[in-house]
C-alpha cells in the first residue's frame, strides 16, 4: 500500500502564501503523476495542479499565475508553492499520487487525509 502525508495548511490573510507538502511512502515503484485537488463546503472536488515524473505541469485555471507545483522525485514528495491567496482559495486540500507498487507491480491511486487551508482577515 501506498501512503500520502500532506503538511501546511493553516490560516492566512489574503494576499499571503503557504506552502503545502505531501509525502509519498511504502510499496513504491514509480509515481506517475502526483498533484493537489481542493474541496470547499458544499462544492465538488476539483484540481489544483498536476505534475509528471518528467516535470510536466498542468493547472486549474483559478490557480494559473498565482500557485506553483513542484517535485522532489527522490523523496516522493510534492509541493504546492501558494501566492497571492484569495479567499475563495479556501477549501480542503488532498495530494493524490498514481503509480505502481513495488511488490504486486499493481497500480495505485491514493489520496491522503487533506490539510485545511483557510484564508480570511
Known amino acids: 500500500q501506498v501512503q500520502l502525508v500532506e503538511s501546511g495548511g493553516g490560516l492566512v490573510q489574503p494576499g499571503g502564501s503557504l506552502r503545502l507538502s505531501c509525502a509519498a511512502s511504502g510499496s513504491i515503484f514509480s509515481i506517475f503523476v502526483m498533484g493537489w485537488y481542493r474541496q470547499a463546503p458544499g462544492k465538488e472536488r476539483e484540481l489544483v495542479a498536476t505534475i509528471g515524473s518528467s516535470g510536466s505541469t498542468n493547472y486549474g485555471d483559478s490557480v494559473k499565475g498565482r500557485f506553483t507545483i513542484s517535485r522532489d522525485n527522490a523523496k516522493n514528495t510534492v509541493y504546492l508553492q501558494m501566492n497571492i491567496l484569495k479567499p475563495e482559495d479556501t477549501a480542503v486540500y488532498y495530494c493524490?499520487?498514481?503509480?505502481?507498487?513495488?511488490?504486486?507491480?499493481?497500480?495505485?491511486?491514493?489520496w491522503g487525509q487533506g490539510t485545511q487551508v483557510t484564508v480570511s482577515s
Open positions: 493524490n499520487a498514481r503509480g505502481r507498487e513495488i511488490t504486486t507491480m499493481v497500480l495505485f491511486d491514493s
